[in-house]
């Protein structure tokens, strides 16, 4: 049974720092790309982040280009969201996934979801 179970959310001024983590298991975790995604009440659920099954490419939306950095650890079938210099405008709950087939930017791309880690950015 396939599970991914995301960690690190909460709530922090803004300008502060997360760093999400997402666990996976019962997949052979470096065949998958990895993305995460985030919604927020009301909104529609969307693309954040992106990184290749190899590690060697990263992808990310116009709103988390320079702030935010996805990376993997394959020993530890693990992904992370580094998400820096906060906006309460990033408040919403942020789900990682995996895509066997290449992930991308799109939901249709990916397997596997996690249920979400809740993030607050307060101003």
């Known amino acids: 049974q396939v599970q991914l179970v995301e960690s690190g959310g909460g709530l922090v001024q803004a300008g502060g720092s997360l760093r999400l983590s997402c666990a996976a298991s019962?997949?052979?975790?470096?065949?998958?790309?990895m993305g995460w995604f985030r919604q927020d009440p009301g909104k529609e659920r969307e693309f954040v982040a992106h990184i290749n099954w190899s590690g060697t490419f990263q992808m990310y939306s116009d709103s988390a280009k320079g702030r935010f950095t996805i990376r993997r650890d394959d020993a530890k079938n693990t992904v992370y969201l580094q998400m820096n210099s906060l906006k309460p405008e990033d408040t919403a709950v942020y789900y990682c996934?995996?895509?066997?087939?290449?992930?991308?930017?799109?939901?249709?791309?990916?397997?596997?979801w996690g249920q979400g880690t809740q993030v607050t950015v307060s101003s």
């Open positions: 996934a995996a895509g066997l087939r290449g992930g991308g930017r799109e939901q249709t791309s990916y397997n596997y």
């Open positions: 019962g997949l052979t975790f470096n065949l998958y790309a």
